[in-house]
Nanobody
Framework: QVQLVESGGGSVQAGGSLRLSCAAS????????MGWFRQAPGKEREGVAT????????YYADSVKGRFTISQDNGKNTLYLQMNSLKPEDTAMYYC????????????????????????WGQGTLVTVSL
């Protein structure tokens, strides 16, 4: 059974940085798509960034390009999201998610706008950005 556990959320002032981590277990961490998603109060969940775990290909939402970086440590089965130049509008619950299937059905950018196609989710970590 796949388990994803996020950490690293917190409160920060605008312009600050945070790094989120997602530890994966029970998961064949190779040649799949993983990503970060967020949901602000009263808003729909949105894709933030995705990565192909079998390589280095990454994809980002326009709203975070140039500020956020998704990366992975395959040896530790851990996914990261480095968030710089944070803005109040980045305030949300951030979730790590993965496609746990043994076959790659889509390029990973697909999941930025089709997050329901991912079948493994963490419990989320809260990021609050204040002025």
């Amino acid at each position: 059974q796949v388990q994803l556990v996020e950490s690293g959320g917190g409160s920060v002032q605008a312009g600050g940085s945070l790094r989120l981590s997602c530890a994966a277990s029970g998961y064949t961490y190779s040649s799949n798509c993983m990503g970060w998603f967020r949901q602000a109060p009263g808003k729909e969940r949105e894709g933030v960034a995705t990565i192909y775990t079998g390589g280095t290909t990454t994809y980002y939402a326009d709203s975070v390009k140039g500020r956020f970086t998704i990366s992975q440590d395959n040896g530790k089965n851990t996914l990261y999201l480095q968030m710089n130049s944070l803005k109040p509008e980045d305030t949300a619950m951030y979730y790590c998610a993965a496609d746990s299937s043994s076959r790659l059905y889509h390029t990973c950018d697909y999941y930025l706008t089709h997050s329901t196609a991912l079948d493994a989710w963490g419990q989320g970590t809260l990021v609050t950005v204040s002025l």
